[in-house]
């Protein structure tokens, strides 16, 4: 288990297609199931283990943004010193996929949850080491609304950014975390289309 655990802590693409379960709305006799193994996630997981600002044009039913929750699951659960933020334009969305990681880190083997402690609360799911529960958290995802505000009040280690084209205030939040870049953190925008700044940016038209 401890080799095990070492391959999934350092392979998010095997981690994911091993281990990874979600909930799927549309079958309501399924209570969870595995991550369907597209060549198109696969490739998405590899962009974003290469890239560290990256932009991503989707159609719905996609998994996109299932996937790219679960990779900041494995980035906050396996490494140290994480804070990720998943965005939204509202809170209440930011808190479901939170939840959505919180599901994901539910449905794993006990190796890993026994390595990984979690606990979940409103827009929070924080991770402490075995026997720490009581202490600060190693890591923490933490769901919050649109605009920047948030995010230049914390250093954050990553941003997600969902359904970015219908969030008024996106371009304020990308301002918001280029001091995380330069840091060295991560933004990752997914969105289905819509005209707006995101467009813009998709197509290279942003100075």
Known sequence: MQDEFRKCATDPE?????????RDEHDPDCESKPCPDKEYL????????RGRMILYE???QMMASWTLCSLYLWDAQFRMNRLNFIQSKKEE????????????????????????????????LRFYKPGHMSGLPYSEIWG?????????????????????????????AIGAAQPML???GRLDVVSSAESGYFQELCEDRVQ
């Open 144 to 172: 919050i609304p649109q605009g920047g505000s948030q995010i230049r009040q914390h250093t954050g280690s990553c941003l997600l950014i969902d359904e970015a084209a219908f969030q008024p205030d996106l371009e304020a």
């Open 58 to 60: 989707k159609s719905r």
């Open 14 to 22: 095997y981690w994911l297609f091993t281990y990874c379960r979600s």
């Open 42 to 49: 696969r490739e998405l997981i590899r962009f974003w283990v």
């Open 93 to 124: 969305d930011s808190d479901r996929l939170v939840q959505r990681c919180f599901f994901t880190w539910q449905r794993q083997p006990n190796f890993i949850q026994q390595e990984c402690r979690a606990e979940y609360s409103y827009c929070h």
């Open 182 to 184: 330069k840091g060295g």
